[in-house]
């Protein structure tokens, strides 16, 4: 079983819509999580932070983190064709940052 | 401020020629690493530094070796390069050793060994 496992897409929604990215790990103990944008052929850039079980809202982004069935998910409202990227989840498990784990990522396709 | 560079951007190996990746930062952190991107198979590590004189390794540690040179800079050197090592190689850094610290990208590197 892969540490952070995540759809690989893509995912195509219409813009204007809703999209929701997914990913689930594995180390019950992870303390962090991230998520990130990667544009094509760029490096990847910051999206959300988070650490306690909930929603967390940043605009158009929230991040959603439910420890006990080990998923933590981003929604992208009203997706704009500039939200077309790839975004990868990061958790930071147990054993502390020197163990942080990427997963695969998600593409996302938003369809103007 | 440039944030987190790398050089070169851009590099063509035959097998078995030697390089090295260099990283360096301006954001005062103590935390460095080098990651490799592969398609589908998403940001591995290969070595990190915890801070200044520190390295240690990382899930893909093999045929490479690195040199914290200083708190700035970080380089990752390939002694003898193998098509298998034909990737994107991204430097990272992090204020410091904290689970909440969040990680800064330099705009990576693309190796291509022939």
């Known amino acids: 079983q892969k540490e952070v496992e995540q759809n690989s897409g893509p995912l195509s929604v219409p813009e204007g819509a809703i999209a929701s990215l997914n990913c689930t790990y594995s180390?019950?103990?992870?303390?962090?999580f991230f998520w990130y944008r990667q544009y094509s052929g760029k490096s990847p850039e910051l999206i959300m932070s988070?650490?306690?079980?909930g929603d967390k809202e940043d605009g158009r982004f929230t991040a959603q983190l439910n420890k006990a069935s080990q998923y933590v998910s981003l929604l992208i409202r009203d997706s704009q064709p500039s939200d077309s990227a790839t975004y990868l989840c990061?958790?930071?498990?147990?054993?502390?940052?020197?163990?942080?784990?990427f997963g695969t990522g998600t593409k996302l396709q938003v369809i103007p | 401020n440039a944030g987190v560079t790398q050089t070169p951007k851009f590099q063509v190996l035959k097998t078995g020629q030697s390089m090295t990746l260099q990283c360096a930062q301006d954001m005062n952190h103590n935390s460095m690493y080098w990651y490799r991107q592969d398609p589908g198979m998403g940001l591995r590590l290969i070595y990190y530094s915890a801070s200044e004189g520190t390295t240690d390794k990382g899930e893909v540690p093999n045929g490479y070796n690195v040199s914290r040179l200083n708190k700035r800079e970080f380089s990752l050197r390939l002694e003898s390069a193998a098509p298998s090592q034909t990737s994107v190689y991204f430097c990272?850094?992090?204020?410091?050793?904290?689970?909440?610290?969040?990680?800064?990208f330099g705009p990576g590197t693309r190796l291509l060994v022939l």
């Open positions: 988070i650490y306690s079980n």
């Open positions: 180390d019950r103990g992870s303390q962090s």
């Open positions: 990272a850094t992090i204020p410091r050793l904290a689970v909440q610290e969040t990680q800064y």
């Open positions: 990061a958790v930071v498990p147990s054993g502390g940052y020197q163990k942080v784990t």
